[in-house]
């Protein structure tokens, strides 16, 4: 024999890609863990009553190459023309040095949500440029740090000027010239609420009906107006004026601030983020300054660290704002922080000189194309002022202008019956202006000889924006580069360690994966393209539709909602609509877990529904006995429950079946929350265990990255009963109304989870579940006896996390849970999720993305921890004076004077830290009640930083 056979699988057939330990790894974790293999590992975890019947089989799963292959067919059947639909949604020029630097670089998108400041310094100064930008092209004092689309964001508007409005009207007014989308998203959201929607031109408002209006800027169909009056006659009745404004716009228009707008909304989409068949793409909110407090999303400020340097920060209650949970002022958790930072580097990529440029070339491609237009007779509406869009009266020969202009190659917009609507934006070529006027019958040549603009005078902008030094620094690319590398050095995402997220499920989002987001036949289609040009995305969701269906057990799979809590608010919908289709409309109490996520219970509050906690048992399941006493109590009532599977407290409960069962049985539906399902695929389906509608984490079980908070995808999944009543679109139909602006959400990012289970199969994806599970349950035992885990199943396993309880150790040592994480950025790692859903302790998921060596580095650091404390509880440690509390340690520290009872090494390289690779935080450990003191949230004046240094 000239060679030894091997069995040896090369690392893309054995889904090493995703699955962290070798097989050798696994056995020696087995061993451990004490279990004979995987299987029985799994047995005992996983009650056999809830297991499913029959493994998931989708075929050969696909090697990278083939993936790629496959996908760029698909890709192919999506056809790219160029789209002047417009509608909110425009053609843009993502800079390159953006695209690679933050789109497709993983210290970007695989960045955590920044609730732990002091390793995530730069994607907040990001965010704050971010904030900084709205609110000077807004016009208005402070901004947060985005929301999930534009129409959602004026949802979200229209609730704060109902919370924040002194008038008690019940109406509120929307002007007509709103996109299409986003008057439907605020109808469905009006509705349960109890809040009357009024239609009409602007000038038709009556300020004394209603708490609040809102206009949109530029309209629909391209005019612009002073809303000054409006807002006026409102302030006067004591209701809240909201702006729907176009950024871009603003870069040329007076800002919604100075007509004396409360509150402006909008999409960043075309600040250089591809159109994406929908998303994602960062919507923005800005308001005055009296109502910050009832902002709803993220919002990053300025704070100090413990030696007074300046720090970022996400600030007041948005921190963790569905903690209120049925209090919150919104469901908003997981929003677009990525595309954020994409827009705002595109700001800092062009400064105010750039961005007017390129505004005022759109806007004079615009007036060309309306003068050639004119000149050959057709009537142009606004004939009085516009910015990049026009509307063309055709009568008969609508059908027969978009068909021309569609084979130039460009899509028109079909509006009413005899228009048709063009936009302009910052991609259009002159080429692109011959051939629209070519569909009109026009042959003429583009010329730009004098330049002429159709602003009305009283519109045109006089303030200044984006004064800041940071959209000031020289464009340089070497510059540019190294500023998007700095920032992305400061932060501690998945590219350089174990991001242990409880319910997060930080899993690999593997590389092949993600290529196909960035190909221009999923980027640069338009939501409102005509769907005989998007055949590849039509397949693609169909195709990952079905596959959810039979991981999930459901018979139907929306792809609107993109966020998680966007899912749940849409499965509630879709379970009112069904009450009420039965004549059950009066259905409105909803029961709830006391350790559910807090989207759940603010959810429910947004379709109208009251919540009835229930309370868990001491081993953490829920209480039973409990759940049927309210189910009894509510029955006349009961429009559902809301229960996490396995639960929050990482234990597949036993009892699930009967919660589903109790819950039907007094006229319910079961919600069943779909975050853990990583702990599920392949092994068991929400829809066996008697859920009615389930809502998936794309951004978490199927491989989105997180982004540093966003995007995220949260399709929902029900049962036969209840398809009819999924949400619906204008463009789309459906007798629902929509829940997001575009029909299937932030579709273009459906590939990345698309992608992961071609790529792993339904085996791989087993494999997956029980690998996530013999990590967590790997990580249980090396803590045994150094800390305990909180809640277990009966056989003592834990699911796909675990709670480890810090609890003590304040009383023992003086040590909180703080400490602890913050003590764990020195070892070189994220902090797992911090007291919840159990205050004062710490939920570690470590997926089964890491191998055995990331998980040692990580049980002995938190053991090392465990011996730093219980060297102070035994008096050999300063109780104020130690590592544990002077985490995190800086740069800085190591080379200042050192005058602490620990060795310098003992402070900076603990165990788990690398000596060479060592992760140093920028700041020191965040002061958080300094800056909600102190609220600041707009990059602050240079000058400050000396003041802070202080
Ligand atoms: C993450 C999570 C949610 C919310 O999902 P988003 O995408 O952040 O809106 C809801 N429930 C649970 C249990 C979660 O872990």
Same mark, same amino acid.
């Given at each position: ?5 091997? =069995? ?34 799994? =047995? ?30 698909? &890709?192919?059947?999506? !056809? ?16 390159? &040095? ?116 809102? +206009? ?12 000054? #009056? ?40 075309? +600040? ?9 793409? *960062? *919507? ?9 407090? *009832? ?6 400020? @300025? ?25 919150? /002022? ?26 007017? *440029? ?28 516009? +910015?990049?869009?026009?509307t063309v009266e055709v009568g008969l020969f609508q059908r027969g202008v978009l068909q021309a202009a569609v084979k130039e190659g460009v899509n028109l917009r079909r509006v009413g019956k005899t228009k048709v609507g063009i936009t302009f934006d910052e991609a259009t070529r002159p080429a692109i202006i011959e051939a629209v006027w070519r569909a009109f019958g026009i042959h003429r040549k583009d010329e730009d000889l004098d330049p002429e603009y159709r602003l009305p005078d009283a519109l045109v902008r006089t303030s200044d924006y984006l004064t800041h030094d940071v959209f000031h620094m020289n464009r340089a690319e070497t510059e540019m580069m190294r500023y998007m590398r700095r920032l992305a050095d400061r932060d501690l995402a998945l590219d350089r360690a174990m991001i242990p997220l409880g319910s997060c499920t930080m899993k690999l989002n593997a590389a092949a994966e993600m290529m196909p987001i960035s190909w221009p036949e999923f980027s640069n289609m338009h939501p409102f393209a005509p769907v005989d040009q998007a055949r590849g995305y039509a397949e693609m969701v169909q195709d990952l539709s079905e596959k959810l269906c039979v991981i999930t057990g459901y018979d139907g799979m929306s792809m609107q909602p993109n966020s998680g809590a966007q899912g749940e608010y849409a499965g509630l919908l879709t379970i009112a609509a069904y009450h009420r289709a039965r004549g059950e409309g009066h259905r409105n109490i909803c029961l709830i877990p006391v350790s559910a996520h807090g989207t759940n219970p603010a959810s429910a509050q947004m379709v109208g529904w009251k919540v009835v906690p229930v309370k868990s048992a001491e081993n953490g399941?829920?209480?039973?006995? =409990? ?18 599977? #396995? ?15 109790? /819950? ?38 199927? %491989? ?50 698309? %992608?992961?289970?071609? $790529? ?10 029980? @690998? ?22 009966? /056989? ?27 003590? $764990? ?47 102070? !509880? ?77």
């Amino acid at each position: 024999m000239p060679f030894e056979p091997t =069995d040896y699988l090369p690392y893309d057939f054995a889904n090493r890609r995703h699955i962290g330990p070798s097989p050798d790894e696994m056995a020696d974790m087995l061993e451990v863990v004490g279990a004979d293999s995987l299987g029985a590992l799994i =047995d005992e975890t996983v009650p056999k009553s809830i297991r499913q019947e029959k493994p998931l089989d989708f075929g050969k799963p696909k090697s990278e190459r083939e993936l790629l292959w496959h996908m760029r067919q698909v &890709a192919k059947k999506n !056809e790219v023309l160029t789209t002047l639909i417009g509608q909110g949604y425009h053609g843009t020029v993502t800079p390159p &040095a953006i695209q690679r630097n933050i789109l497709e670089n993983p210290a970007w998108y695989t960045a955590y949500t920044p609730y732990q400041p002091e390793i995530s310094q730069g994607r907040l100064e990001a965010l704050l440029n971010y904030q900084t930008m709205v609110a000077d092209l807004t016009g208005l004092e402070i901004a947060n740090a985005s929301l999930l689309d534009e129409a959602t964001a004026a949802a979200e508007a229209m609730t704060m000027a109902q919370r924040v409005a002194k008038s008690k009207a019940k109406a509120f007014f929307i002007d007509e010239n709103c996109h299409p989308q986003n008057i439907a998203v605020m109808r469905t959201r009006a509705e349960p609420l109890g809040i009357e929607v009024i239609v009409g031109a602007p000038e038709e408002m009556d300020a004394a009906q209603v708490f609040g209006a809102v +206009f949109q800027y530029p309209g629909t169909y391209g005019h612009v107006r002073d809303f000054t #009056p409006q807002m006026d006659a409102m302030h006067e009745a004591g209701a809240i004026g909201i702006v729907i404004a176009d950024p871009m716009a603003l870069c040329v228009l007076k800002e919604p601030g100075a007509m004396g707008a409360d509150i402006a909304v909008g999409s960043t989409q075309r +600040f250089g983020v591809p159109m994406g068949y929908g998303g994602p793409h *960062a *919507a923005y909110m800005a308001c005055r300054d009296a109502y910050k407090r *009832a902002m709803p999303g993220r919002l990053v400020g @300025v704070s100090v660290d413990s030696h007074g340097n300046r720090a970022y920060r996400l600030a007041l209650q948005t921190r963790e704002q569905h903690i209120r949970r049925e209090k919150a /002022t919104s469901n908003v958790c997981t929003a677009q922080a990525l595309l954020a930072v994409m827009a705002s580097m595109y700001a800092v990529f062009h400064g105010p000189k750039g961005l007017k *440029a390129i505004a005022q070339r759109i806007h004079r491609k615009t007036v060309r194309l309306a003068r050639g237009l004119e000149e050959a007779g057709f009537e142009i509406e606004p004939a009085d002022g516009f +910015f990049d869009t026009i509307t063309v009266e055709v009568g008969l020969f609508q059908r027969g202008v978009l068909q021309a202009a569609v084979k130039e190659g460009v899509n028109l917009r079909r509006v009413g019956k005899t228009k048709v609507g063009i936009t302009f934006d910052e991609a259009t070529r002159p080429a692109i202006i011959e051939a629209v006027w070519r569909a009109f019958g026009i042959h003429r040549k583009d010329e730009d000889l004098d330049p002429e603009y159709r602003l009305p005078d009283a519109l045109v902008r006089t303030s200044d924006y984006l004064t800041h030094d940071v959209f000031h620094m020289n464009r340089a690319e070497t510059e540019m580069m190294r500023y998007m590398r700095r920032l992305a050095d400061r932060d501690l995402a998945l590219d350089r360690a174990m991001i242990p997220l409880g319910s997060c499920t930080m899993k690999l989002n593997a590389a092949a994966e993600m290529m196909p987001i960035s190909w221009p036949e999923f980027s640069n289609m338009h939501p409102f393209a005509p769907v005989d040009q998007a055949r590849g995305y039509a397949e693609m969701v169909q195709d990952l539709s079905e596959k959810l269906c039979v991981i999930t057990g459901y018979d139907g799979m929306s792809m609107q909602p993109n966020s998680g809590a966007q899912g749940e608010y849409a499965g509630l919908l879709t379970i009112a609509a069904y009450h009420r289709a039965r004549g059950e409309g009066h259905r409105n109490i909803c029961l709830i877990p006391v350790s559910a996520h807090g989207t759940n219970p603010a959810s429910a509050q947004m379709v109208g529904w009251k919540v009835v906690p229930v309370k868990s048992a001491e081993n953490g399941d829920i209480d039973l006995e =409990d759940f049927r006493a309210k189910a009894e109590q509510h029955a006349e009532n009961l429009a559902g429950c809301m229960i996490t599977y #396995p639960s929050t407290h990482g234990v597949f409960e036993e009892t699930v079946k009967d919660v589903c069962k109790i /819950t039907h049985d007094h006229g319910g539906q079961v919600y069943i929350d779909g975050a853990n399902l990583n702990a599920m695929v392949g092994l068991s389906r929400p829809g066996d265990l008697g859920g009615d509608v389930s809502h998936l984490n794309l951004h978490k079980t199927f %491989a989105i990255p997180h982004g540093g908070g966003g995007p995220g995808m949260g399709p929902i999944g029900v049962k036969a009963h209840l398809e009819p009543y999924l949400p619906g679109h204008p463009e789309t139909g459906g007798a629902e109304g929509p829940v997001s602006a575009a029909p299937y959400g932030s579709a273009s990012i459906l590939a990345i989870s698309w %992608a992961y289970v071609l $790529l792993m199969g339904g085996e791989g994806m087993t494999q997956a579940t029980r @690998v996530a599970i013999l990590n967590a349950n790997y990580i249980a035992k090396r803590l045994e006896g150094a800390y305990d885990v909180l809640y277990k199943g009966p /056989t003592g396993r834990v699911a796909h996390e675990c709670i480890i309880d810090t609890r003590p150790f304040a009383e023992s040592a003086g040590v909180t849970v703080d400490d602890i994480a913050k003590r $764990l950025i020195d070892c070189g790692f994220h902090a797992p999720t911090m007291s919840w859903p159990v205050a004062g302790t710490l939920m570690v998921e470590p997926t089964e993305s890491e191998t055995k060596a990331e998980l040692d580095r990580f049980c002995d650091a938190m053991l090392a921890i465990r011996e730093e404390i219980r060297a102070i !509880e035994e008096g050999r440690m300063d109780p104020e004076n130690n590592a544990l509390k002077n985490a995190p340690h800086t740069m800085e520290d190591l080379v200042r004077d050192w005058d602490r009872p620990y060795s310098r090494e003992q402070g900076c390289f603990p165990p788990g830290a690398f000596r060479v690779d060592k992760y140093w935080p920028p700041v020191n450990r965040v002061d958080n009640a300094w800056g909600d003191r102190h609220l600041v949230c707009t990059c602050p004046p240079m000058s400050d930083y000396a003041e802070a240094a202080e």
